[in-house]
């Protein structure tokens, strides 16, 4: 007998459904997004914007698969920018105003982009430098990523096996920096497959110290370069050729996050976008723009911006819109379908049209830049600069022309422009009196590196940059150290101060105090590790310390109280000639 062709049909049914529910889920998912932000690159050290002394294939591609903004623009130096990809305004309302000491902090109010992804539901990782706060809730892990892997500081005195943060544990990278943070990336991408993800890989490079792996560097160590700044003179050829490897590093690595989203079938399913966080951190070719990080010209705000969503955005689009870092939070939540955390209005703007090429009102707009109290403004045709210049910026890239004579109504509409903007964003600019805040419960252990603190006396810091660096020189009883600190609540905490001392120096008695409270002890045993970082130096370095390998000295445990005031840290005596070197107090609250 033939079988029932209803009893057939029900096998067919039930697959047809399950089919079409499968479907539905895939349309109803939201895009995986995946960030890259690489440190002091600048717009000209990639192939798809013509440089042909590198070779940056898995960065273009990005282009050629995506979308390449003609004119982007972020600020001048690091953590403005990254302030502003994070919130979307304009790091100014943000608290930001320094890139280090405290200045680099984002303050607590704001919230940021992976606060939003986060409600959604995602799974959030930051992997790399993060230069908007140390001491939690300032730390990523308090600014709404659940997974963080990196350093917090705004640059790093070693990239080979360095000293790094994972969720406020002090943990050793192994290897590259760059690669090793790629590794902890791809790792969170491939353990969060199953749901949407959030991942902002936040590399330090080509950021000093001037450091790559040989087999980057081997091709660029003796290259002659075709593409040189205008002004030849001012160009350091070692430095340009270490940064060219590095940036090729970085390209190999972004190529490992794309085959990584191909292994995990999950390209389709991904927004991944690739900037910079200013302009290049030396005189190299820059598209003859004029000026470097640092400046607030063209040439130190211009980054590059690729985007890539398969099926959503077409390959080869060319937006011509100016855009800036603060449109980043309203694009990417756009895309998501995310709806952004917090009332605070943006300063940004979603380019989500520019990118599905969906028709919209597009009229021009005003982008500032400011830095060490300089602002320019930047429109889709002209620039304002710092000094009141006016640069048509489309027939004049290098701002060689003023032509605010020409263009007097424009250049008046534009310096009333940069004043109003500075009324409005610089009134409370730089009155910092934000403490750093020490003994939270959900994130007990709290570091107060050197670069937080002040010296006194003879002390001084290793360098003159503070990111990395760390105090020496401490030879009195009468030197001292202090951090600002404000203890969020009363308790017990454990006392460790990471140091070293030679032999011969050890045996010195340190008191750390607070409020009233004191805890104390003895500088021993012995340690004295070597300095590291020059030896894989390929141009001499600038301002970064360098590094050694601290070891915690165990004071105790102290009962503290509540409150604001200074914590500081003296010697009651000294044997030697000196009492130690420091790089940072650390303070676990017990329960």
Not at 364 to 384: C, E, H, N, P
Request: charged letters at 25%; aromatic letters at 10%; hydrophobic letters at 35%.
């Amino acid at each position: 007998m033939l079988a029932n062709p209803k009893v057939l049909m029900r096998p067919l049914a039930a697959l047809l459904a399950l089919l079409a529910a499968t479907a539905a889920c895939a349309a109803d998912r939201r895009p995986n997004v995946v960030v890259v932000l690489a440190d002091d690159q600048g717009w000209g050290d990639l192939g798809a914007h013509g440089n042909t002394d590198l070779r940056t294939p898995h960065i273009d591609s990005l282009a050629r698969d995506g979308a390449l903004f003609e004119r982007f623009f972020v600020q001048p130096v690091c953590s403005p920018t990254r302030a502003e990809f994070l919130t979307g305004r304009y790091h100014t309302r943000g608290g930001v105003w320094n890139v280090s000491t405290g200045g680099e902090r984002l303050n607590l109010d704001e919230k940021t982009v992976a606060d939003a992804f986060k409600a959604a539901g995602y799974a959030a990782g930051c992997f790399g430098k993060w230069h908007n706060g140390t001491q939690y809730p300032y730390h990523p892990n308090g600014r709404g990523f659940g997974e963080y892997y990196g350093f917090t500081s705004g640059h790093w005195g070693e990239y080979f096996d360095p000293p790094l943060d994972h969720n406020g544990k002090p943990v050793r990278g192994k290897g590259y920096i760059t690669d090793n943070l790629t590794d902890r990336a791809t790792a969170f991408m491939e353990t969060n497959r199953g749901r949407p993800f959030f991942c902002y890989l936040a590399y330090c490079t080509p950021h000093s110290p001037m450091q790559v792996p040989d087999r980057f560097y081997d091709r660029f160590k003796d290259a002659t370069l075709k593409l040189r700044p205008d002004n030849t003179k001012k160009e350091d050829l070692g430095h340009t050729r270490a940064a060219l490897a590095m940036v090729e590093n970085i390209d190999w690595n972004v190529g490992r996050v794309l085959a990584k989203l191909d292994e995990l079938k999950l390209a389709s399913d991904t927004v991944v976008l690739y900037f910079s966080d200013n302009g290049p951190n030396g005189w190299r070719w820059n598209g003859g723009m004029r000026g470097r990080k640092g400046s607030t010209d063209e040439g130190g705000v211009r980054s590059p911006l690729l985007v890539r969503w398969p099926g959503h955005v077409r390959p080869g689009t060319q937006v011509s819109q100016i855009a800036g870092a603060i449109d980043l939070l309203p694009t990417l939540t756009e895309l998501a379908g995310v709806k952004r955390v917090g009332d605070k209005p943006l300063d940004g703007r979603s380019l989500a049209p520019l990118l599905l090429g969906k028709p919209a009102e597009w009229p021009d707009r005003m982008l500032f830049a400011k830095w060490a109290g300089r602002v320019s403004v930047r429109t889709q045709r002209y620039r304002l600069d710092d000094q009141g210049r006016l640069y048509d910026m489309p027939a004049d890239p290098g701002q060689t022309r003023d032509v605010s004579g020409e263009q007097k109504v424009i250049a008046t509409e534009l310096t009333q422009a940069v004043a109003a903007w500075q009324k409005e964003h610089l009134a409370t600019f730089k009155k910092d009196d934000r403490p750093f805040p020490v003994g939270y419960k959900e994130f007990p252990a709290t570091t107060l590196p050197a670069r937080d603190g002040v010296a006194h006396g003879n002390v001084k810091r290793s360098a003159s940059a503070p990111n990395c660096s760390f105090f020496t020189n401490w030879t009195t009883r009468d030197d001292r150290i202090t951090w600002d600190v404000e203890v969020v609540a009363d308790g017990r905490y454990q006392v460790d101060v990471l140091y070293t001392c030679p032999t011969g120096d050890v045996g010195s008695a340190v008191e750390l105090s607070f409020g009233g409270a004191t805890v104390s002890g003895k500088v021993a045993p012995v340690h004295d590790p070597p300095l590291r970082g020059k030896e894989h130096d390929r141009v001499s370095r600038g301002a970064e310390s360098y590094v050694k390998d601290f070891k915690p000295l165990r004071l105790g445990t102290v009962a503290l109280n509540k409150g604001r005031g200074p914590l500081t840290l003296r010697a009651t005596d000294i044997p030697g000639k000196q009492v130690m070197d420091v790089r940072a107090v650390t303070l676990t609250r017990i329960e």
